[in-house]
């Protein structure tokens, strides 16, 4: 079967995201990578569902992980009866899109998805583990889909950043950051980065940085509260990052802490890009959630408590940006600003 992950960082490769395999899940554990390379088996889809709530897997690994969990809960549920397969599930559908709450309606067309699927085998009399290998193989030709659309991305951002040129990055952009790479390899472009370290998981200096290293480029891990001044410093060309929902109203929800990078990358008049597709299932800024993490994970680091007694924590999860401080969000079916994303609606798509 084809693969688009070839030529991509270890973090990138479809088997270290999560894999399903022999009534099993598996997910590289991104909380200790670097550190550590072990992954976190799953039995059961629950079990999935708790790892993506866990953060086990972020960025774009919790799509993966439900797509691969479908394929486990159809292994759990292959001796059933149809009609009590079927409601197995939907409900299983249910628990691994709602597993955290900003990022639901992007999970719910994963799942919904695998359900359509898991329909079109039942109506075909197919059942039990050729359902189970049917999920499977599509969660990856859906990957593959999924890449070659943000190899397009990598391309359209690397227009934007000048050759040879520095960038800013926010947490952790997964694919589209070695899409970059891969791009600005076919151009002999030596792209060098600065990584905020993204508290309290440390996605920009464990995985993002790990990424681009990977991958053969210069990149600089920097504290949570340096970007202001390194932006300055260090002329910095483009401030950029991924996001969990771009509103198609243009706001950015993201990792917190870009809300101020994009803030002082403004300042300066440095261009910030996100990237990835407007969410038709958020019109408003309005609709969506952000979530709010346990408040004890900002008054320790990698597990290390730091804080006296009776002190308290606070950590959203995620901060929007407005459309006011986006120079342009880039898709796979080009640059579009932030104040006009119906128009990508209207857009054909060349896949």
Same mark, same amino acid.
């Given at each position: ?28 554990? @991104? ?28 960025? =774009? ?24 397969? @079927? ?11 709602? =597993? ?10 994963? &799942? ?37 659309? %943000? ?21 952790? =952009? ?5 899409? #970059? ?24 200096? @464990? ?32 401030? &950029?990052? =991924? ?17 101020? %990078?994009? #803030? ?34 900002? #008054? ?38 932030? @104040?006009?994303?119906?128009?990508? #609606? ?6």
């Amino acid at each position: 079967m084809k693969r688009s992950d070839n030529d991509l960082a270890f973090l990138l490769r479809y088997e270290n995201v999560a894999w399903y395999e022999d009534g099993k899940v598996k997910i590289l554990d @991104r909380r200790i990578y670097p550190l550590k390379t072990d992954y976190v088996v799953c039995q059961n889809h629950r079990e999935v569902a708790r790892a993506i709530a866990d953060m086990v897997t972020q960025s =774009a690994g919790p799509y993966t992980a439900a797509a691969m969990g479908m394929a486990l809960a159809a292994y759990e549920a292959k001796d059933l009866p149809e009609a009590a397969f @079927r409601e197995y599930m939907q409900k299983a559908a249910h628990t691994l899109s709602h =597993a955290r709450p900003t990022t639901v309606d992007n999970m719910v067309a994963v &799942t919904s998805h695998a359900m359509d699927i898991v329909h079109e085998q039942l109506a075909s009399g197919k059942s039990g583990l050729a359902i189970v290998e049917a999920l499977f193989t599509d969660a990856i030709v859906q990957l593959n889909h999924k890449y070659d659309r %943000i190899e397009k991305e990598g391309e359209n951002l690397l227009r934007l950043i000048p050759k040879d040129g520095t960038v800013m990055t926010q947490c952790f =952009a997964e694919t589209i950051v070695g899409m #970059l790479l891969r791009a600005a390899k076919k151009q002999n472009s030596n792209l060098k980065f600065f990584c905020p370290e993204t508290r309290p998981y440390y996605q920009g200096a @464990r995985l993002t940085a790990s990424v681009i290293a990977d991958m053969g480029f210069e990149v600089t891990v920097i504290t949570d509260n340096m970007p202001g001044f390194v932006l300055k410093e260090k002329n910095v060309d483009v401030f &950029t990052s =991924a996001a969990d929902v771009i509103s198609l109203d243009g706001h950015i929800v993201n990792k917190v802490g870009t809300f101020q %990078i994009a #803030l002082a990358a403004n300042h300066f008049g440095i261009p910030y890009y996100v990237t990835g597709s407007p969410n038709r299932g958020h019109a408003t800024i309005d609709t969506v959630t952000i979530e709010e993490r346990d408040p004890k994970l900002v #008054l320790e680091s990698m597990g290390q408590k730091h804080t006296l007694p009776g002190v308290k924590g606070y950590y959203p999860a995620f901060d929007i940006t407005p459309p006011s401080l986006c120079d342009g969000v880039v898709t796979n079916k080009g640059i579009f600003s932030p @104040r006009d994303l119906h128009a990508y #609606l209207l857009v054909r798509s060349e896949e």
